[in-house]
């Protein structure tokens, strides 16, 4: 019963972070890799999600403030307002994917573009305005519950067992070995699982949840099957996509709809509506989380109230920056004409590149015994939070490298 009550921000941050691009990057991955080296990959980036987001529970719940207002408060006016505005440039982009999602999956039930960003809109804003923390998370992970609608697509897809076990324990070489495409998706698959708007919003959703430092253990026990949901549901979505890539078709062009559409030979069409249903899914609670992440921080450095126990009154600056956030974004979304495919991985990308510095300012403020005491980071957590973030680094500069001089690559 406690568990219940204290799970939610860790199970939210990691489904949230399933979200519409990121599930279009893993499709994107199965179609053109198959069974093989991203397996076990994103496993692997999963378990850094959790070795980054342990440390925001134990920030929230011990010094009671949410991860801006900390980073304002320990490091000033200055790096405050820098981190402040650096997520809500980066989640506006991110929110704009998650848009394209929703329009994405709708289409293959063929709902107007329009029609169905608007809904995805007030949907948004009718969770929010609920004004209640536990009633928002409560309808929000009900949301969230359908990343898992992926597993069966996959066991649609009819993957072979054995070779589903051999990627696990081989991490199979790669089909046309290193080049531009593959640099891409690791840069991609990297972001769909570590971006900076999950520290802000776990830790200001550990505070707004109210959880203390006895509740510690519960909120890592939270983000643990939080991560392991969240990538079951991401290696069954790249199954679920292996058949295009056994039957060489191509689908680097493809959005969430164009995937339905193509697996449905495969998966037939209960697969493919449970597809589209999942990357339509996967937008939408993102959105709701990310835009949440967005209002917490603008609120915690401009010292606002910031917390969906407000009402509407008290905490209306608070409301106004999720919904106008979220607006804006739905907004960019019904541009005619626009790459909407090459925009989700680029975001992907782009949250891969800034996740550097935003677990540095993670590191030193969970190693500051000042405000952690007790709670600060251990030698061994020194070391996996040190490695995530080289691990990271690396990611970049390889990316960046490429970028500037392809020919090192194959074509």
């Known amino acids: 019963m406690l568990l219940w009550l ?3 921000p860790g199970v939210l941050v990691m489904l949230g972070e399933n979200d519409g691009p990121s599930m279009i990057s893993y499709a994107q991955t199965g179609a053109s890799y198959g069974i093989g080296f991203f397996l076990p990959f994103i496993v692997l980036t999963f378990i850094m999600a959790y070795i980054v987001q342990e440390m925001t529970v134990r920030l929230g719940a011990v010094t009671k403030l949410g991860h801006a207002e900390l980073i304002y408060m320990r490091f000033g006016r200055f790096w405050g307002f820098f ?3 650096d997520l809500v440039l980066g989640n506006l982009l991110t929110l704009v994917t998650e848009f394209i ?6 289409g293959f039930f063929g709902v107007p573009p329009a029609l169905a960003v608007l809904g995805a809109f007030l ?3 009718g969770v929010v305005l609920s004004r209640r923390y536990w009633t928002w998370e409560r309808i929000t992970l009900g949301f969230a519950v359908f990343n898992l609608i992926f597993i069966p697509v996959a066991i649609m897809a009819h993957p072979v067992s054995t070779q589903v076990v051999r990627a696990f324990f081989s991490w199979s070489p790669l089909p046309g070995g290193i080049n531009a495409q593959f640099v891409l998706l690791i840069m991609a698959d990297i972001g769909a699982t570590v971006t900076p708007w999950m520290l802000f919003f776990q830790q200001s959703a550990v505070v707004d949840k109210g959880l203390t430092a006895a509740d510690i253990g519960h909120g890592r026990l ?7 949901v969240a990538a079951v549901a991401a290696v069954a979505t790249v199954l679920a996509a292996t058949p295009l890539f056994v039957h060489h078709i191509a689908a680097s062009n493809f959005q969430g709809a164009d995937f339905a559409q193509a ?3 495969f998966v ?3 697969g493919a509506t449970l597809f589209a249903v999942g990357i339509f899914e996967a937008g939408l609670v993102a959105a709701i989380t990310i835009s949440s992440s967005s209002a917490y921080a603008f609120g915690e450095v401009m010292g606002r109230p910031h917390s969906l126990n407000n009402s509407l009154r008290e905490g209306w600056p608070f409301y106004a920056a999720l919904l106008a956030a979220a607006a804006i974004a739905a907004a960019l979304v019904l541009i005619p004409n626009a790459p909407l495919v090459y925009i989700v991985l680029v975001v992907n990308v782009i949250a891969t590149l800034s996740m550097p510095p935003a677990i540095v300012f993670l590191l030193l403020m969970v190693n500051d015994r000042q405000i952690m005491g007790k709670h600060a980071n251990s030698p061994i957590e020194n070391f996996f939070g040190i490695s995530v973030t080289v691990l990271l680094v690396l990611a970049g500069l390889f990316y960046g490298v ?10």
């Open 222 to 228: 939270d983000t643990a099957v939080g991560a392991v």
């Open 101 to 106: 999602a929703v329009r994405a999956g709708l």
């Open 268 to 270: 037939g069409n209960v």
């Open 402 to 411: 490429t970028s500037i001089f392809p020919h090192l690559l194959p074509t």
């Open 263 to 265: 697996l449905a030979p």
């Open 123 to 125: 949907v948004v804003g």
């Open 83 to 85: 981190a402040m505005a």
């Open 6 to 8: 204290l799970i939610g």
